[in-house]
């Protein structure tokens, strides 16, 4: 029996606070590869406490092969069952970008129209939306940080799938998005805006910073789907129209002002110190934009080492004056340790370069002289994967403390001890488990950091900054080491059907102090930190006004590492490499513009 459709949000039904519809066109999702892009983008606005519902195109070309396929083997033009061939590109879409999010430990989940009963009607290739299990959708939403919808297509009264028309994952994201009331729609294209005329004329055309319906419908062409837009009006929906990447769009609006802005972006150059686990896959990503960025250096301390992810031999130098002389605009800092990466850190701000660290130990160990230096050369330091690799930790807490008062937090914010834990509670030797996490790339350059809660405990000197706004030094921090753990106790946690987990805390006391600790805890299996298994993390923080917010992903390894510092220099470059002259316009000038 098929649920009742409706088509708007009812008065019983969840609410949605914070949702972002972001739309992946077919001309940003370029190649399989690209979808890591549309990573970055899920991920910028789920840091920022949004939920995020994707919806996909096809990558460029495959449905115009799905054409030609479908042509080639026949049963005639616009033949009933050719919906079902064309709509398997966003399909595929949907799944590779989920798999792109499970990589970077983003619980994902990818969701065919007919699961959530997307219902159209009308023809086959040319249908409208009219309906949706929207109770459905909003349980998925809830039990998932972000859900895939491949776009394009919808469910009929009989259950085939019909096609929504030309540029009908438009359709699909706004119908989407009103349905259940997004904070945002966001078309993401390959043009960063709507503008006068066509960019790649090269002629240089205004670009709108906000635009009304009516001028919407003048200017933009075939870029947005002309029902979809209609859609959108109808239901009071303003649009957001933007490039991957950039801190500018144009927004279309039933009020919006009708002015124009030029908005540029450029080249930063970037330097990598440190090109090991985390190294290599931040390499890996900016090669992926060389719009936005230019890799001018890599420092590393063995030049002889095999490089397997085959950096140009010409960026990498053991001498940091070298790299250092190319005049990075961001310096990337992910050698770990102190001393080496604190004096780096300094002199990349001399030099007039922002930073992103990934190092935690000398964050929590210089964090007042680093701030300090920052502020004094007006540069801009950031190290999100310090701290839940790429989980963002700390931007919850500064969010938590924007609404109400963080009072206690408690979590498994050490990947390599837990999946230790794990390997153990599994009947594995402590040695070969610690190899294990060595191999995998979740472990610290000293193992030692992990196991003894060190590098817990630097973690949370630097979430007492965030969530309490207050100095907690590591020496005041207790700690206990998973090198003297009894194999008799993990034998009794088995035994009662529990788990071990490394639980670091931090609480104020009754006089108000912080008290904080990192030690070894007996857990049932049904606690929501034992449900960390492996290099994954979780997080409880609570707060004054009887909040509990639960963070989880993946806490350590190569790609959820290098998307938290991704999304650090993708913000710089927001920050830096983009900007908008602000001309405003009448309408009458655009007219002749
Ligand atoms: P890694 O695999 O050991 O790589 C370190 C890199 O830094 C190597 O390329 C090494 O050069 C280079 N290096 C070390 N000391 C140097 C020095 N004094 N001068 C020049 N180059 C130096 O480490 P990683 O796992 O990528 O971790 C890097 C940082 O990210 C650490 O601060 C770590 O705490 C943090 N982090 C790591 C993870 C993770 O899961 N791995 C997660 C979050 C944060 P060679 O290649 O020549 O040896
Ligand atoms: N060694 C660290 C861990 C890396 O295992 O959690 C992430 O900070």
């Not at 002889?304 to 250092?324: H, M, Y």
């Amino acid at each position: 029996m098929r649920p009742t459709i409706i088509d708007t949000r009812s008065e019983n039904q969840p609410e949605l606070q914070n949702l972002a519809v972001l739309k992946f066109g077919g001309s940003v999702l370029a190649d399989a590869q690209a979808v890591h892009g549309a990573a970055h983008e899920i991920y910028r606005y789920l840091r920022a406490g949004e939920k995020v519902l994707a919806v996909v195109s096809a990558l460029a070309g495959e449905t115009d092969e799905l054409i030609a396929l479908g042509n080639d083997i026949g049963g005639g033009d616009n033949a009933p069952g050719a919906s079902a061939l064309l709509r398997l590109g966003e399909i595929r879409a949907a799944a590779l970008l989920g798999l792109a999010l499970e990589r970077i430990g983003i619980d994902a989940r990818a969701v065919d129209p007919s699961e959530i009963d997307l219902r159209a009607s009308g023809k086959s290739d040319d249908a409208r939306l009219c309906g949706l299990d929207h109770m459905r959708l909003a349980t998925l939403l809830t039990r998932h940080e972000v859900l895939v919808v491949p776009g394009f297509s919808g469910v009929l009264e009989d259950g085939q799938p019909a096609l929504l028309g030309r540029g009908g994952t438009d359709l699909s994201a706004i119908y989407l998005g009103a349905s259940l009331g997004a904070k945002r729609v966001r078309l993401i294209k390959d043009v960063d805006g709507l503008y006068v005329r066509d960019p790649k004329t090269g002629t240089n055309p205004r670009r709108f910073a906000q635009i009304n319906w009516e001028d919407a419908r003048k200017f933009c062409g075939p870029s947005i789907q002309p029902r979809a837009l209609d859609y959108a009006q109808k239901h009071n929906l303003s649009l957001e129209i933007a490039a991957p990447a950039r801190g500018f769009d144009t927004c279309i609006s039933a009020d919006g002002v009708t002015s124009h802005a030029k908005a540029r972006t450029r080249r930063l150059k970037v330097v990598l110190l440190g090109f090991g686990t985390v190294g290599e896959g931040v390499y890996a990503h900016l090669q992926r934009h060389p719009d936005l960025f230019e890799i001018s250096g890599i420092l590393v301390r063995d030049a002889a080492k095999e490089r397997a992810n085959g950096a140009p031999a010409q960026l990498i130098s053991t001498d940091a004056s070298d790299v250092f002389a190319t005049r990075p605009d961001i310096v990337v800092e992910m050698i770990g340790g102190v001393e080496a990466a604190d004096a780096f850190i300094l002199n990349a701000f001399f030099g007039g370069a922002d930073v992103v660290s990934a190092n935690k130990a000398v964050m929590a160990a210089n964090y007042d002289s680093l701030h300090k230096a920052a502020a004094r050369a007006g540069r801009t330091l950031r190290y999100s994967a310090a701290v839940g690799g790429g989980v963002p930790m700390l931007e919850a807490l500064d969010q938590a403390c924007e609404a109400s008062n963080v009072c206690s937090l408690l979590g498994v914010i050490n990947g390599t001890a837990n999946f230790i834990l794990d390997r153990l509670a599994n009947g594995c030797a402590f040695e070969t488990a610690v190899r294990e996490a060595q191999d995998a790339g979740f472990a610290e350059a000293d193992p030692s950091a992990d196991l003894d809660g060190d590098d817990a405990a630097a973690k949370l000197c630097l979430m007492a900054r965030h969530g309490f706004g207050a100095t907690l030094r590591a020496n005041q921090i207790s700690m206990e080491s998973l090198s003297d753990l009894d194999p008799a106790r993990i034998e009794a946690a088995r035994n009662d059907g529990k788990i071990i987990r490394q639980i670091s805390e931090i609480r104020r006391d009754a006089k108000g102090a912080l008290c904080a600790s990192v030690s070894l805890k007996t857990l049932a299996k049904d606690h929501y930190l034992a449900g960390a298994k492996g290099e994954r993390n979780r997080l409880v923080i609570n707060t004054d006004g009887g909040e509990s917010i639960c963070l989880r992903g993946k806490g350590a390894g190569r790609w959820p590492t290098a998307e938290a510092v991704m999304a650090d220099i993708l913000d710089i470059h927001r920050l830096r490499g983009q900007y908008e002259e602000n001309v405003t316009v009448r309408a009458p000038e655009i007219a002749c513009a």
